[in-house]
């Protein structure tokens, strides 16, 4: 049967499960060990990138955070529609980014219509 499951699938869930254990180093450690191109639901790539987004605001990495999660909303739109999560992370993204980076950071949130 096809199935999601495999080595790839068990990293995304090591990374949800470490960041809602505050772990951030395994959380990054582990998200670079999947291979995107190998997870064949979008829905399962654009949690990973929030989630490693998320990780990285939490760690004052605007920067990162603000650049991994426009492509997490292009792969898998519904998962910014539908989730309440990925929309409060863009809205925090937007609202705690420095001054060099608050106007792209509200410009994307705008663009999937969230507010800062």
Known sequence: MWTAFGPNNVLCHRVHIALR???AGTVIDSA???????LPI?????TLLFDTARTFL???RHDKALHVSPPAGDLAPEEIMGRAAPLRLIHDIAA???????????EYAASVGVTA
């Open 96 to 106: 705690t980014t420095p001054p060099s980076l608050r106007r792209e950071a509200r």
């Open 32 to 38: 670079r060990q999947v291979d995107l191109d190998l």
């Open 42 to 46: 979008n829905e399962r790539k654009a």
């Open 58 to 60: 939490l760690r004052g």
């Open 21 to 23: 254990l505050g772990d």
